[in-house]
């Protein structure tokens, strides 16, 4: 009986599933989820519906996830709109218009649930092939990767820095000013680049459009499976060498970009090696403006909201006591919040030497070189990718005070060759 009752379960699951996967019911699977583990008596293992187990394996479907259980302690224990739309299959449903109400926005608090089947595949998606980025911008043209880059380009752009530090002199403290958050994994706005303006782009430069990458694996989905979200290692493997695991993708490095833009003399290490040195060299350069130039130093700590703060006893790194929300930083300068800005959105988007890495570099680069020019320093400069075939591209203006930036960085990870 018992057994039979479960495989009725099944059935139903898999039965909602299926419809949901065919556009032709309510999104009723798991509607109600919660933060809660699936009941005992179901045992998911024996449903077969196309990318069911693929879809349930990935961070989509985690029922255990911050990104779905953040509202959980509320009263009551509902996402605010404007979280909704990309944390609670509802609120992304009220989204897109899919409950009757108006296409775009989120009109009411919404009862947390992992994305579903349908968040994805629905109508209006199937018809839709553009997205208003937080700046404003609109991505177009494009394919099923439409429901990526409406979750994916985070809740801040440039231009929400540029409004902030209007009419401030560049090392003039803003009163009441916090830091801005570009917001997490914002891999959309990364890989549209200056077409998207996620980052904040200092006057004057150019930045990189969209990284087209390769004429079919320039879509989200084509470099990720959509369901277990994972990427899809082996297809990579066809054009760049010495690729088996998701680890080996951080050797990756081709001739297009073959500068040397972290200055550590070697241009052979993976991009992403490019883009993590240079995040060390401006996390130095934060610092050493915050406390040169500023007056107050500052400390940063990924893992903790929001993630900047007072080094208050001057040992450059967030010690527990420090890396608290009532000792957050309140001593931003617009030179300061912009590259700070920039630091977040390259540190927040891992991916982000696949997702568009010479806009990444620029924005760390340009970062680097506004704060050394304040130091007033002379030194070294970093070739900008872009610029006069890359190579010759040092900035003649940039001053860069190499001994008290390259002093106090990390030993660069110079071990991955390929
Ligand atoms: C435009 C889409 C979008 C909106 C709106 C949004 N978020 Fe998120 N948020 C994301 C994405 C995407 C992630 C997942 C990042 C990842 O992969 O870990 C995320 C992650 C988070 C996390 C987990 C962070 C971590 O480090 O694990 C928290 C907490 C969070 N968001 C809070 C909020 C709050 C609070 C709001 C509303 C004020 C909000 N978000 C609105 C897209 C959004
Ligand atoms: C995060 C978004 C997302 C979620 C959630 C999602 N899918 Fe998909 N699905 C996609 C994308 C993107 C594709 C690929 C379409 C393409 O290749 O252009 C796809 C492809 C498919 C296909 C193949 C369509 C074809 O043309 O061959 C099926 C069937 C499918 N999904 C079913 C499901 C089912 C069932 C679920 C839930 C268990 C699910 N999907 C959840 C985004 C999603
Ligand atoms: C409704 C909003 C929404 C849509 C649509 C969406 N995502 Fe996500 N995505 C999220 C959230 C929220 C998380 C964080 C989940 C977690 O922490 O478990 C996330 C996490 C991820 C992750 C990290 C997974 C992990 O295990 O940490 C990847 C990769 C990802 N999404 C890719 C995609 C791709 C590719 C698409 C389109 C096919 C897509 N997302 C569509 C909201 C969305
Ligand atoms: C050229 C291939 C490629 C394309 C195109 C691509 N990604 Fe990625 N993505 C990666 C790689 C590589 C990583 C890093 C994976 C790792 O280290 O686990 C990554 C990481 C991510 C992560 C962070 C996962 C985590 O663990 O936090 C998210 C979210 C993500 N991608 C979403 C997207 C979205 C949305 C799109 C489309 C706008 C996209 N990606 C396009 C290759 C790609
Ligand atoms: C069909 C061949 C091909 C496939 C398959 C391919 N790539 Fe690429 N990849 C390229 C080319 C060509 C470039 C240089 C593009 C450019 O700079 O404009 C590149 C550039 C890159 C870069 C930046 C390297 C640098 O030095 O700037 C990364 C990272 C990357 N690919 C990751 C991936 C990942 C991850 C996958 C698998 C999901 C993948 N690629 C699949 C051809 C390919």
């Known amino acids: 009986m018992k057994r039979i009752a479960t495989f009725l379960g099944i059935l139903s699951v898999a039965a909602a599933a299926w419809f949901v996967a065919q556009n032709e019911g309510p999104p009723n699977l798991l509607s109600a989820a919660v933060a809660q583990e699936p009941p005992p008596s179901l045992n998911y293992s024996h449903v077969e519906i196309p990318y069911f187990q693929a879809w349930m394996s990935s961070g989509h479907a985690d029922l255990n996830s911050e990104a779905f259980v953040h509202w959980q302690g509320d009263d009551p224990p509902l996402v605010p709109a ?193 883009v993590d040195n240079l995040r060390y060299l401006l996390m130095d350069a934060l610092q050493a403006y915050s406390s040169e130039v500023v007056g107050s130093a500052i400390v940063y700590d990924s893992g903790a909201y929001p993630y900047w703060f007072v080094d208050t006893n001057s040992d450059g790194l967030a010690t527990p006591d420090e890396a608290n929300f009532g000792n957050q930083y309140r001593s931003w300068t617009p030179r300061l919040l912009k590259a700070a800005y920039n630091y977040q959105a390259v540190y927040k988007d891992l991916g982000g030497y696949a997702h568009n890495p010479k806009y990444q570099i620029q924005l760390l680069h340009d970062s680097i070189m506004d704060l050394a020019s304040a130091m007033g320093g002379s030194g070294q400069a970093l070739p900008r990718p872009g610029d006069a075939g890359d190579e010759s591209a040092v900035l003649a203006q940039a001053s860069y005070d190499q001994e008290s930036t390259l002093s106090l960085m990390p030993a660069l990870d110079t071990s991955n060759t390929s």
């Open 82 to 274: 404007r979280c909704g739309a990309c944390h609670s299959s509802a609120g992304h449903a009220d989204f897109l218009g899919l409950d009757g109400s108006a296409f775009g926005s989120v009109e009411e608090a919404s009862e947390a649930g992992v994305l579903q089947c349908s968040t994805c595949h629905n109508e209006v998606n199937s018809q839709r092939t553009e997205v208003t980025l937080p700046s404003g911008m609109v991505a177009s043209d494009l394919g099923t990767e439409v429901s990526c880059v409406t979750c994916h380009s985070g809740r801040e752009s440039g231009l929400s820095v540029e409004r902030a530090v209007e009419g401030f002199g560049e090392d003039d403290v803003m009163p009441d000013q916090g830091f801005i958050n570009i917001h997490y994994a914002a891999a959309a706005a990364t890989n549209l680049g200056s077409d998207g303006n996620g980052g904040y782009q200092y006057e004057g430069m150019t930045y990189e459009p969209t990284f087209e990458h390769v004429e079919s694996f320039s879509t989200c989905q084509s470099c990720h499976d959509p369901h277990t979200l994972e990427v899809q290692v082996d297809t990579c493997a066809s054009c760049h060498r010495n690729i088996e695991t998701t680890e080996d993708l951080r050797t990756i490095r081709m001739r297009g970009s073959g500068v040397d833009y972290d200055g550590d003399g070697n241009s052979r290490t993976g991009i992403a090696v490019e």
